[in-house]
């Protein structure tokens, strides 16, 4: 199972740009991306350094592919469609969408920055890219707000008991009710008192109701915005704008342009250029007009100063800073590569531990567990250590 990043926006942001830049990867042979008979689910992938140099040895992914020492870990990028004021309503396709925006474990919220589309995606001039912003994120307040409020009336009308003592606590109504949103009661409660307000939602106004929506949804919802469109002047200016704005420090805003990696991509795909995806620079290597050549030059003075196309950027900031996921190596401490040296590499939560590794491998490995071995330092790891990103771990049981 692959870790699922959701592309959300609304119409003609560049989203479909996005997802094709993206998922039009140069695979090379041998790498099996998964099938899909949905056209809205792709194979992206993150990278992270490849561990195999540092054992000497060359690694032969089972899953993704390596290129120069950057290996390529799939994950699912899915195109979220259906993001239209009142979705929270259920308005347009409302439900489906919220159904498939709690399927994806974060969000990738694509932007038009340049500011030529209007809140409903029809061509415009200088609208305010914060409109778009703020429109995901009240969508979404309003729809967790919605559900907190069916959690508060269930509390309410439950019956007590007759001894103090007996009551159940109203986080433990709220957690089942929020459940979709991958919370739990100690979480809510933290929640809660971090508002300063009383586990009693008797003591609760409108106001501290939308707040508890609104944080339990900021923590249980971690986005990106990719600022698209970033190679025109009128999206620079709105960028500077947005980023030094107190309001938006909340929010990790990636520069983005969907249109420079498709034409790299594409241009790789031909062989005019050598260009690996996230890469702040590329080679023209292929026959080129002038007019191809001063498009390519634009797009290098482009990927030069924001550091890259910003696609790859927004899918790793993604999963690596909002998710705070992990990559590790299944290996071999004694160096035994016999099966094929680092076939595997995982994307882990950021908080798994040794034995959470082991289950993620096979249910029968994690019930074994004896210990890890961390193959770097060929030091012993007990269950309920945190591995770290990148980590190297052989899982030994009693098996
Ligand atoms: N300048 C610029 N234009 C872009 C970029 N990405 C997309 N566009 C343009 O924006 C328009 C909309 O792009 P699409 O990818 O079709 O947008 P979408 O959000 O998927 O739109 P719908 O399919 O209508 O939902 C097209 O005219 C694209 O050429 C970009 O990075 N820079």
Not at 177 to 192: G, H, M, Y
Not at 218 to 231: E, F, L, Y
Not at 300 to 329: M, N, P, S, Y
Request: glycine residues 8%.
């Amino acid at each position: 199972m692959s870790y699922k990043i959701g592309l959300v926006g609304k119409p003609s942001v560049g989203k479909s740009s996005f997802f094709n830049a993206a998922t039009m990867n140069d695979v090379p042979e041998g790498a099996y991306p998964f099938t899909t008979i949905d056209p809205s689910v792709g194979e992206a992938y993150v990278g992270v350094d490849c561990a195999a140099p540092e054992f000497d040895e060359e690694c032969e992914p089972n899953h993704g592919f390596c290129d120069d020492d950057t290996r390529f870990v799939p994950v699912q990028l899915v195109d979220v469609a259906g993001l239209i004021p009142g979705a929270h309503e259920g308005k347009g396709l409302g439900n489906q969408f919220l159904t498939d925006l709690n399927e994806a474990d974060v969000l990738v919220h694509v932007v038009d920055f340049s500011g030529e589309t209007d809140i409903e995606g029809e061509p415009t001039e200088g609208h305010d890219p914060r409109e778009d912003v703020d429109f995901l994120e009240d969508e979404l307040d309003q729809w967790y707000l919605g559900v907190l409020e069916k959690g508060i009336e269930k509390f309410e009308s439950m019956y007590q008991g007759p001894n103090p003592g007996d009551e159940i606590g109203v986080e433990h109504v709220l957690a089942e009710q929020l459940s979709a949103f991958r919370t739990n009661k100690d979480e809510i409660k933290r929640v809660v008192l971090s508002l300063d307000l009383e586990l009693d939602p008797e003591t609760w106004d409108a106001d501290d109701r939308f707040a508890l929506a609104r944080e339990m949804r900021k923590r249980t919802k971690p986005m990106v915005i990719a600022a698209n469109k970033m190679d025109t002047p009128a999206a620079k200016e709105n960028y500077e704008e947005i980023t030094s704005d107190p309001e938006y420090d909340h929010l990790t805003i990636v520069p983005t342009s969907a249109h420079a990696e498709k034409s790299l991509k594409k241009a790789a795909e031909s062989g005019v250029v050598d260009y690996r995806q996230g890469e702040a620079d590329f080679d023209v290597v292929g026959d080129v007009s002038d007019e191809q050549a001063a498009g390519l030059e634009a797009i290098r003075e482009f990927v030069a100063e924001f550091d890259g196309t910003g696609v790859q950027q927004a899918i790793e900031t993604a999963l690596f800073e909002e998710l705070d996921a992990k990559v590790v190596f299944p290996g071999s401490a004694s160096g035994d590569w016999s099966k094929g040296p680092f076939r595997d590499c995982f994307v882990l939560p950021g908080d798994a531990t040794a034995e959470d590794f082991a289950y993620h491998l096979h249910s029968d490995i994690g019930d074994g567990f004896l210990h890890g071995i961390d193959c770097r330092s060929r030091r012993q790891v007990g269950a309920d250590t945190e591995l770290e990103h990148r980590a190297v771990l052989e899982v030994v049981t009693t098996g």
